[in-house]
């Protein structure tokens, strides 16, 4: 059974950088194929795909945040981390992990619980 679980610091003050973990269980990040994303969903919006991390360690990331996006992995700890720079009150999210058995079957088949991630000072 594969888990994913979210951690992070809840608040965060605007400016700053928002880092967030997803450490994955029941699978190695590395198995072939698999890509592993970042979703977000603001309070009363819908999700927005932020970006994500194949089994190789490419990425790729919305065009939209791009410029302040970065997702990196540690596969010893078998956790993947998300960095959102310059962070504004329009970032305050539950932010969600998920993974995709491959990045061209356009299904999210196992997520996280969330983490709640609020920008204010």
């Known amino acids: 059974q594969v888990q994913l679980q979210e951690s992070g610091p809840g608040l965060v003050k605007p400016s700053q950088t928002l880092s967030l973990t997803c450490t994955v269980s029941g699978e190695s990040i590395t198995t072939s194929y698999r890509f592993w994303s970042w979703i977000r969903q603001p309070p009363g919006k819908g999700l927005e795909w932020m970006g994500g991390i194949r089994y190789s360690g490419s990425t790729d990331y919305t065009p939209s945040l791009k410029s302040r996006t970065s997702i990196s992995r540690d596969t010893a700890k078998n956790q993947f981390t998300l960095q959102l720079s310059s962070v504004t009150p329009a970032d305050t999210a539950m932010y969600y992990c998920?993974?995709?058995?491959?990045?061209?079957?356009?299904?999210?088949?196992?997520w996280g619980q969330g983490t709640q991630a609020t920008v204010s000072s």
């Open positions: 998920a993974r995709q058995y491959s990045d061209w079957s356009g299904v999210f088949d196992y």
